[in-house]
């Protein structure tokens, strides 16, 4: 699975392997002042990407690499069917990335520290 560190001023989202093979990148990231919200969702393969454009795609079963939506911006995704997934969306014309989600070992502590990197609330559980 890819990980997730907080590097400095940026979320930095780790691949190796052949998780970088199928998104076609080794590592990504955003700035932390940049990230707006961060959600979790419990399944990934339930957020809409939109087209791919680069990287590789199972149907039902993955999505690595860079998607695109008409007015939606760009994500980002290395996300595994079944599996729950972190949602990070970024300010508008902030960040190379609009969104990146994330199936991550565990998502809601990694939830949980782009949170606190960003200076977001933390969710009430």
Known sequence: MPTLAIEGPRVVVHLSGPQAVMALARQVSVPTAAVASVQL??????VDLGWRVGGTSIPRRLWFGRFRR???GRTFAAVYAGQPAVVVRTAPG?????KLVLT?????DAAETIRAAAGLPAVLQ
Request: hydrophobic share 30%.
């Open 104 to 108: 991550l070992e565990d998502a809601r």
């Open 70 to 72: 008409r007015g939606k």
């Open 94 to 98: 902030e960040a190379d990335w609009d």
């Open 41 to 46: 969702v419990s399944n990934g393969a339930d």
